[in-house]
């Protein structure tokens, strides 16, 4: 899953990348409100942590822009603005969450996986396809209730497979959700990720449509 930070306080972003990444997200931060803009609106983002007072732009308005422009991924405004008006500037304005400073790193963390969860229409942190269960509060995998050990990769492909159980997601889009901007995305690691997932959770899993992309799929 991949999470734009946009945050002028170096040390607040540099505390949420460090913890969000150590949580297995995909992490990109800028420090103002026009790179973000920018960002939000030529990239594609599971979840967005906006702060509203930013240098170049303010924070309301890089969410109005990027609602203007169809942009629907889930907004949580972490600011130090804590009045209640503000709050109803920053939801009316598009947000899905709002949560003032100072924070406990695990709240925000808590607070994205339940936005991504609510924006993928699962109502529950353990998400299921047949007889495979990821628990995305604790990273936890299980086939038939045994647990199953996956790498990072495997973990972050499953993941995002799971949230979009059903569609039939491309190679760009998986690459561009799980690994960070300097990955080669000319390899074929999904490739390799894809069939070390079918060893450990079964052949079924996960069908290939060529040319299109790949699809978790119900199995018996």
């Known amino acids: 899953m991949k999470i734009l930070v946009v945050e002028d306080d170096l040390q607040v972003a540099r505390q949420i990348e460090a913890s969000l990444k150590t949580a297995g997200y995909v992490v990109e931060v800028v420090h103002d409100g026009e790179e973000g803009l920018y960002l939000g609106n030529n990239e594609s983002f599971d979840a967005a942590i906006l702060d509203l007072g930013l240098p170049k732009m303010d924070g309301i308005k890089v969410l109005q822009e990027w609602r ?11 600011t130090a603005r804590d009045t209640w008006r503000e709050k109803v500037n920053g939801l009316r304005a598009g947000a899905d969450d709002y949560l003032a400073k100072p924070f406990e790193v695990e709240e925000v963390i808590a607070r994205i996986e339940a936005l991504i969860r609510r924006a993928t229409g699962h109502s529950t942190p353990v998400l299921s396809c047949g007889p495979v269960k990821l628990d995305t509060t604790a990273n936890r995998v299980t086939l038939n209730d045994e647990s199953v050990e ?35 995305r ?15 959770l079964g052949n079924s899993l996960i069908k290939t449509h060529r040319g299109l992309g790949y699809q978790l799929v119900e199995t018996e």
Do not use: C, W
């Not at 203007?68 to 972490?78: C, E, G, T, Y």
């Open 68 to 78: 203007a422009n169809d942009r629907s991924m889930p907004v949580m405004i972490l």
């Open 150 to 184: 996956l790498t990072a990769l495997e973990l972050g492909m499953l993941s995002y497979l799971m949230h979009h159980k059903g569609e039939v997601i491309s190679k760009t889009e998986l690459t561009e959700h799980i690994y960070e901007q300097d990955f080669d």
């Open 186 to 200: 000319d390899s074929n690691v999904i490739e390799v990720l894809v069939n070390r997932l079918r060893k450990k």
